[in-house]
């Protein structure tokens, strides 16, 4: 089945500045990546996914890039704000039903 | 829209005792159901899903059962917990070419 590893497992970061987060995942047949962020006591909510025939996706200050060839998939925040601050999970799948979820990282934003 | 509810929000129970998790989705019919465990440190494992009434999928062996007994309802139970049972528990809906969306999570203590 699927494996995905996700780095860091904590990040902090100063108010403004960017913020990445990586992912790598083990089967070839995985086509669909989505990223989830969790705030304390809530389910995780979608904030942006990729299909394995985009490089790269961008939706205001969050971005998510692809390299289907090397097996690895990140997450781009920029001008990070405290609201950013939150738990980050990765996901893939070749099959939408069926994520498998990294660890998560504790993404803490410095004011 | 689509809205799903989730409770109890905490729930503290004795090991040896039974357990009911209710799970209901408005706004869509037909919905993939999941239930989902989180444990610190191990993100989201998947535990059980549904793709009709009476349909039921087990991603891991363990202590918990799950049923379906209406579209849009799942329940996770278990006749005896253990400790090992403690965690915050998820339940999610999606449907096909549509992301998966979380309830806000059951925090579970088994004491």
């Known amino acids: 089945g699927e494996n995905v590893e996700q780095h860091p497992s904590t990040l902090s970061v100063q108010e403004g500045d960017s913020a990445v987060i990586k992912c790598t995942y083990s089967?070839?047949?995985?086509?669909?990546f989505p990223w989830y962020k969790q705030e304390l006591g809530k389910g995780p909510q979608l904030i942006i996914d990729?299909?394995?025939?985009?490089g790269e996706k961008k939706d205001q200050r969050i971005a998510v890039t692809l390299n289907k060839t090397a097996k690895h998939f990140s997450l781009h925040i920029t001008e990070t704000q405290p609201e950013d601050s939150a738990v980050y999970f990765c996901?893939?799948?070749?099959?939408?039903?069926?994520?498998?979820f990294g660890t998560g990282t504790r993404l803490t934003i410095i004011p | 829209s689509q809205t799903i509810h989730q409770w109890p929000a905490t729930l503290v129970q004795p090991v040896g005792s039974p357990l009911s998790l209710e799970c209901t989705v408005e706004g869509t019919s037909n919905p993939n159901l999941y239930w989902y465990r989180q444990a610190a440190g191990r993100g989201l494992q998947l535990l059980f899903y549904s793709v009709g009434i009476g349909q039921i999928s087990s991603e891991v062996p363990q202590n918990l059962s799950a049923s379906r007994p209406q579209d849009r309802q799942f329940i996770l139970s278990s006749k005896k917990l253990l400790l090992s049972d403690s965690g915050f528990y998820l339940c999610?809906?999606?449907?096909?070419?549509?992301?998966?969306?979380f309830g806000n999570g059951t925090r579970l203590t088994v004491t």
């Open positions: 996901a893939a799948t070749p099959l939408r039903e069926k994520l498998t």
């Open positions: 999610a809906w999606s449907r096909r070419n549509s992301p998966l969306h």
């Open positions: 990729i299909r394995s025939n985009v």
């Open positions: 089967d070839s047949a995985s086509n669909y």
